[in-house]
């Protein structure tokens, strides 16, 4: 049996590291950047303008702004082509998780209300 080594955390500190195995936003392809543009303006042009609603808990707003997010892919970039998901590599994944920040208390209301 063989046992590949994985880097975890921030080995990468204390152990030598190749260039090349570190990820950082320039490994991004063009569609990745794309989505996370169209997050961020999406939070700019959509949820920025009606945050005391969505922190109030306005459920029509919040409905309102899931359904564009949705149609958007924002909820989607975890889970699988074969589900529906965008299938997205670890670093598309890590942008767009960052990205959803953006949202303020969207990205919140819409996961507290997931379950």
């Not at 961020?40 to 306005?58: E, G, H, L, S």
């Not at 998901?85 to 209301?109: D, W």
Request: zero cysteines; a negative charge.
């Amino acid at each position: 049996m063989t046992i590949a080594h994985q880097h975890r955390g921030a080995t990468y500190l204390i152990e030598e590291t190749d260039p090349e195995d570190v990820l950082t936003p320039e490994d991004m392809d063009d569609e990745q950047r794309m989505m996370i543009k169209s997050i961020r303006d999406f939070a700019d042009k959509d949820v920025a303008p009606v945050a005391a609603q969505v922190d109030a808990r306005d459920e029509a707003t919040i409905r309102r702004l899931f359904k564009k997010a949705a149609d958007l892919g924002i909820y989607m970039a975890e889970v699988s082509e074969e589900y529906g998901g965008l299938g997205l590599s670890v670093l598309g994944i890590a942008g767009m998780m960052e990205s959803r920040s953006y949202l303020g208390g969207l990205a919140s209301t819409v996961f507290a209300h997931q379950g």
